[in-house]
C-alpha cells in the first residue's frame, strides 16, 4: 500500500500569513502530527518576500511603501522574488523518509525532478540544472530569478521556478515560486541594481510559452509527478485546527519588523 501525503490549496493569501501557515505545516509534519504535505498558493496581492539571511536594503523599501507592497522575510533562504502573477508551491517533509535523508542538495533535487517531470508534462521543454556551483558565481543580483542553481529548472535558458529551502533536525520545508508572467517593469522598479534588459534576458513565465494554460491542469500534473516520483498517494485535505492556531501566532513573527529587517 503506498504511503498516504496530502495536497492542500489554500488559494490567495498575505505575504504574512502564506509565510506564517508554511512554518506551521512544517512544523507539525516534523512532529508527526501531519503527513508530508504540498501546498499550492497564490498572493491576496503582489507581494516581496526576501530570503531568510537577505539585505532588506537591496529591496527599494521606498517604492514598495508608496505602492502598498508588503515586504515579508521568508523562512527559507535565496534571492528575493516579486509574487505576483504565478503558482507558489511548498513541500513540508521528513528526514526520517529515505529520499528526503540525504540532506538539502539530494533532497532539493529530488524535488526537482518531479517538478521537471510536471512541467514536462504540460508540454514545456524545460531543463533542469544538474551540475553543483561552488560559491556565488551567477550574479551579485537581488532577484533570485537571476541566478539558477543546482537542482533548479529553466525554459529556453531562463529561469522559470525559484526555489529555496529550510532545514532542522527533524525536517525541512521547500518553498518554490513559479512564473505564470513576468513583470520586469515593476521589478526593476521594486529591486535595486535589477536591470529591465537583465530580468528579460535571465527569467520567462510559463504564460509566454503556453498561454492557453489552466493554472489548474499545471497543480494537477504537480500532483500527478509528485505521486509517480515518490511512489505515493497525494489526498486533498485540510490545513488542521493546530497548523491554523500555530500559523496564527507565527503571524506576529512575519508581520514585525524585528524578523523583517532583521539583516
Known amino acids: 500500500m503506498k504511503d498516504q501525503w496530502r495536497l492542500i490549496d489554500t488559494g490567495p493569501g498575505s505575504a504574512a500569513f502564506n509565510m506564517a501557515l508554511d512554518e506551521a505545516m512544517a512544523s507539525d509534519v516534523m512532529r508527526g502530527a501531519s503527513p508530508p504535505t504540498l501546498r499550492f498558493y497564490t498572493w491576496a496581492v503582489p507581494s516581496v518576500s526576501i530570503g531568510c539571511f537577505q539585505r532588506a536594503g537591496e529591496i527599494d523599501l521606498e517604492y514598495c511603501r508608496c505602492n502598498s507592497i508588503p515586504l515579508v522575510r521568508r523562512p527559507t533562504g535565496g534571492r528575493a522574488i516579486l509574487h505576483h502573477v504565478e503558482l507558489t508551491c511548498s513541500f513540508s517533509g521528513r528526514n526520517n523518509i529515505p529520499v528526503f535523508s540525504g540532506g538539502l542538495l539530494r533532497t532539493y533535487g529530488s524535488l526537482s525532478r518531479a517538478f521537471y517531470r510536471a512541467f514536462r508534462g504540460v508540454g514545456l521543454d524545460v531543463e533542469i540544472k544538474t551540475r553543483r556551483e561552488k560559491g556565488r558565481v551567477l550574479t551579485g543580483s537581488p ?85 509517480e516520483i515518490f511512489e505515493v498517494k497525494l489526498t486533498p485535505l ?26
Open 238 to 263: 485540510r490545513v488542521t485546527d493546530s497548523e491554523r492556531d500555530l500559523a496564527l501566532d507565527l503571524l506576529k513573527k512575519y508581520r514585525s519588523q524585528e524578523w523583517t529587517f532583521r539583516r
Open 143 to 227: 532577484l533570485c530569478f537571476q541566478s539558477v542553481s543546482y537542482g533548479e529548472i529553466s525554459l529556453g535558458g531562463k529561469k522559470v521556478m525559484g526555489s529555496a529551502q529550510k532545514r532542522w533536525k527533524e525536517g525541512f520545508l521547500q518553498q518554490g515560486s513559479i512564473k505564470l508572467r513576468v513583470n520586469p517593469e515593476e521589478m526593476e522598479k521594486v529591486f535595486m541594481d535589477a536591470g529591465r534588459d537583465g530580468i528579460l534576458s535571465s527569467m520567462t513565465g510559463i504564460l509566454d510559452y503556453l498561454p492557453g494554460l489552466d493554472p489548474a491542469d499545471l497543480k494537477e500534473r504537480i500532483r500527478e509527478a509528485f505521486e
